[in-house]
């Protein structure tokens, strides 16, 4: 028995000697990290993924066993174990390939959807600045001015307007502006250069403990590239007068530092009677570089200026009398000027294995000039009603994140807190009655806004066997304040207000390729700084709650489902009414809905995706029949077929439908769908030269691409009117480029 025992003992020594843990960082081959990486070794069935920083750790391992590694874009990779030192980590290069839908691996986290984004992202790169937030699935836009004017959004039977329930970043800096001249949230994204965008990170509702003001329907994080592989210059021409001239340059492209600049300018008069004379300069670098420790810094500077005119919502019944054609306008005095300089700087800063701070500082200088006129001659019959809202604006702000991995007996966890702030100092904010953009008659607002948000939060990550619990909590808190200058004395009100917001998301991974979560939380839109100092009865910072119940299901190596059923309740719905300075409360509104998706590789050259939404949104304080939401679709599509490299061709055919939603309360006027089709085809004649041609609305649909129900007078009119007032979609339009990389 004593020889017995001597042996075992020997045996399971020599076991648990010999099954100890790996520790590994993936790379790419310019030695970037690859996050999201799946590590399986075969023998033992235990799975792990890499972080953000490209590190893993995988438990249970002996020497020879084979580590089956795969991401998406890369090559599948077999390791074999050789040693089980615990103080050496591996460095393992994946080679990249062309995209295989079968390289998908559903990964354990909160933001698991956005696996989505980055096929998309692979399958039909982003063309134009229109196309960013399209990525996000179940998102439509609609454009106001051309491309002058912010996108107005629609997503989860949301008429979101220009930002007002979905939180916009671009690496990490964000996009909102609050209290803003033109509306509340008010998100520009004309600033980002489409050919520097890295990846999407995007989550719909208010579950995540990470985003704060804006964050209820969704929320959207843009990356820049770190560096690029070629130089690019690229020339367009089309319709319409289309012009768009970009270059993006390798200044430095070593292991450790790289640093490119980009720069574009755009040209556009749109099918309209009277031409938008539309141009936009973008200015774009990035310097990024690898420390001594492994950790990473990067510092980037932009610049944006553009300048439009516009025909303006136009009314249905001055086209329906011939009185103008549906490309006409009645002031075709509108448009702007606007201008975003951006500094941010940001590190990732490792402490340990297990351990690592990612913070960002940044700046923006922001200006803004708008000259609109919704209702024509209905305030004053002499001189019309043009306004104009003005502002400039200084934003601050700072974020930082401390993440940790750690071992809670046979639990992983992962530990998530941070802390931040953004402050806001608007200058001159104006509301004015105009006549023809020179002559200010009537200043309805002026004033200085200083608005600063401060926040903490922190999430957990408890992952056991198929299990993730992930509970979070996050402070907000406001301090609001406004100087009027159209009062005689010097008046500065203030308000300070703080909002708690929990979180709690269970997940559940039957495997490696269907997963199904169950997310909840509170989240809120802040209201405009004029409006709380004003101390109305409208809700300062009004909540938002909701769940979200679905799967992630990939049921074939070529096939991934994405559904969701969802609620939303929002305490206090508003819109701000920039034009008239005013805030419109609707009350308690509910929205629930379900999301469905599918991706699907036909061929390695050929990928077929599509999202719908079917949604149904209320006003909970009115009579039933008078409850609609103004503009809430409640039912969208977007989808195509895309060419992946069949030869020398890539391209592909996509679409986005809206139905029929109500535009008033009683959905008495109708905003009427669309249906419009893109085509794309892209030739590369030789490995530096490329030409392509894409058609925009392919079957010359007739269109109305932002529809509003108003009231307005024309001056021949002695009564006023409510109708349906729209901004028409461009007609059949084509378009050709020629690239040269270098």
Request: glycine share 8%.
């Amino acid at each position: 028995m004593y020889k017995i025992y001597i042996v075992l003992c020997c045996f399971f020594g020599f076991q648990i000697g010999n099954a100890q843990e790996v520790k590994g960082k993936l790379i790419d081959a310019k030695k970037n990290p690859i996050e999201g990486a799946y590590v399986l070794n075969v023998q033992s069935e235990k799975h792990t993924h890499s972080n953000e920083l490209g590190y893993f750790k995988l438990e249970g391992n002996a020497i020879g066993d084979t580590l089956r590694i795969g991401a998406l874009g890369y090559e599948k990779l077999n390791v074999i174990i050789e040693n089980l030192s615990s103080s050496q980590r591996i460095s393992i290069q994946l080679k990249e390939q062309s995209f295989e839908l079968d390289e998908i691996v559903i990964r354990p986290t909160l933001n698991g959807l956005n696996v989505i984004s980055a096929i998309d992202l692979k399958t039909t790169p982003v063309k134009s600045s229109q196309e960013l937030l399209q990525k996000v699935p179940g998102l439509i836009i609609g454009q106001h001015a051309g491309g002058g004017k912010a996108e107005q959004l629609f997503l989860r039977g949301f008429d979101i307007d220009h930002g007002t329930d979905i939180a916009i970043a671009v690496d990490g800096m964000p996009v909102n502006m609050v209290s803003h001249a033109h509306g509340q949230g008010y998100a520009d994204l004309h600033f980002v250069i489409p050919e520097t965008l890295d990846n999407i990170d995007f989550g719909k509702g208010p579950y995540y403990a990470n985003k704060g003001n804006f964050a209820t329907a969704a929320y959207v994080d843009f990356k820049t590239k770190d560096h690029i592989d070629q130089s690019i210059v690229r020339y367009e021409v089309g319709d319409f007068g289309w012009n768009r001239a970009l270059g993006m340059f390798n200044l430095v492209n070593s292991d450790t530092d790289n640093a490119y600049i980009a720069t574009e300018y755009t040209q556009f008069d749109g099918a309209f009677d009277s031409p938008q004379n539309f141009s936009r300069l973008n200015l774009f670098g990035k310097y990024s570089t690898k420390l001594k420790d492994a950790s990473r810094l990067s510092i980037t500077a932009s610049h944006f200026t553009s300048t439009w005119d516009a025909s303006g919502q136009i009314p249905q019944r001055a086209v329906d009398n011939g009185s103008i054609s549906r490309f006409g306008s009645i002031d075709d005095t509108e448009g702007g000027t606007t201008s975003r300089t951006n500094i941010n700087a940001s590190i990732v800063k490792i402490i340990d294995d297990q351990t690592f701070v990612k913070s960002n500082v940044f700046y923006s200088n922001y200006n803004f000039e708008l000259y609109s006129n919704f209702t024509f001659f209905l305030e004053d019959p002499e001189n019309g009603d043009q306004i104009k809202q003005k502002e400039n604006r200084d934003i601050f702000g700072f974020n930082s994140e401390l993440q940790k991995n750690m071992t809670w007996g046979v639990a992983d966890v992962v530990l998530k807190t941070g802390i931040g702030f953004r402050t806001d100092n608007s200058n001159d904010i104006e509301l004015s009655h105009t006549l023809n953009r020179k002559t200010t008659l009537e200043n309805i607002q002026l004033g200085d806004v200083k608005e600063t948000n401060s926040f903490a939060y922190a999430s957990l990550d408890y992952n056991l066997d198929k299990w993730t619990i992930n509970p979070g909590l996050r402070l907000d808190y406001f301090n609001f304040q406004y100087t009027d200058d159209l009062q005689e004395q010097y008046t500065n009100t203030a308000e300070n207000k703080a909002f708690l917001a929990p979180k709690l998301n269970v997940l559940y991974s039957s495997s490696q390729n269907l997963q199904f979560f169950l997310k909840s939380g509170i989240g809120f839109h802040s209201n405009d700084t004029r409006v709380v100092v004003a101390a109305t009865e409208e809700e300062t910072l009004p909540a938002a709650y909701g769940t979200d119940f679905g799967a992630l299901w990939r049921p074939t190596p070529k096939v991934f489902l994405n559904a969701t059923a969802w609620y939303l309740y929002l305490e206090q719905e508003f819109v701000y009414v920039g034009d008239a300075g005013i805030v419109e409360p609707s009350g308690k509104t509910e929205r629930f809905g379900v999301d469905f998706g599918v991706r699907y590789q036909l061929t390695d050259w050929l990928f077929f995706n599509t999202d719908l939404t079917l949604t149904k949104a209320r006003s909970l304080e009115e009579a039933s029949g008078e409850d609609y939401i103004p503009l809430a679709p409640d039912f969208t599509m977007a989808g195509g077929l895309s060419v992946l490299d069949l030869g020398r061709f890539s391209g592909g055919i996509k679409y986005r439908f809206i139905d029929d939603r109500p535009a008033n309360e009683d959905n008495s006027i109708i905003a009427e769908g669309y249906f419009v089709t893109d085509l794309n085809v892209d030739y590369k004649v030789s490995k530096n030269l490329g030409i392509g041609f894409a058609i925009e609305n392919l079957l010359d649909t007739e269109w109305n691409e932002t529809q509003f129900a108003t009231t307005s007078r024309l001056q021949n009119e002695t009564a006023p009117v409510e109708e349906i007032h729209f901004i028409p979609g461009t007609p059949l339009f084509i378009k050709g480029s020629l690239t040269y990389t270098f």
